[in-house]
């Protein structure tokens, strides 16, 4: 990535349990990051953070967005907290500037998630029709766009990749496959930010989890941005 300039912006600050609190001040620093003409790369937290730090993107209307995660996370609302870990992608999907929406690696889905998902028109791509595919073939379905999101939720790895996490599902990604999709995507999108989500350290003593969290968080931006 030569000629491009990095910085580490720090932690922003949260109030415990004060969800729409914490949501306004992560969707005011994204929006002032951009402004400024930045790349923003963002790392959780819990997946609830992608759908302020897409809020915070509206100057980039339409966007799509690709999803990496093992789950939907298209629930409406878990005892009616429309705003947690269960939600982002429906709660994004909601927003006026976000055009279409593509969900690879799912394996754990419940019915009506997925029911209303295909209802609002998002791609589902299993790992299993992930396989069957190559990471080549799914990034050339996904739906080109004007600019794109990407989040990585890294419970879309398998476990015996990414075991620190708090919800792993067996059968997922191999590292190789999803930077291969990820590259093969970003030949075609005009990227502008991506966050990382859900990793666990603490869930994880061999701190492979992080290795591969931090592999991919260089190996996107080297995607987009590629030394000439």
Known sequence: MRGITMADCGNITVVPSEEVRNFDKITSAVAKA??????????????AITFP?????????????VHFDAHLDYTHDVQD?????????RRCRELDHVGHISSIGIRAARRKPFEE????????VSTQQFREMSPQ????AIPQGQNLYITFDIDVMDPSQAPGTGTPETGGLFYEEARACIVELLKKSNLVGFDMVE??????????TAQVAARLIVDIPAARFPSR
């Open 137 to 140: 073939a799914v990034a050339k």
């Open 81 to 89: 907290n429309l705003f947690t870990h269960a939600s982002p992608i």
């Open 34 to 47: 951009v402004d400024r003409g930045a790349f923003p790369v963002v790392m959780g937290g819990d997946h």
């Open 53 to 65: 730090v897409v809020r915070g993107l509206s100057k980039f209307a339409p966007l799509n967005i």
């Open 117 to 124: 998902s295909q209802r609002d028109g998002t791609l589902v």
């Open 199 to 208: 990793v666990a350290p603490p869930y994880d003593t061999s701190q492979l």
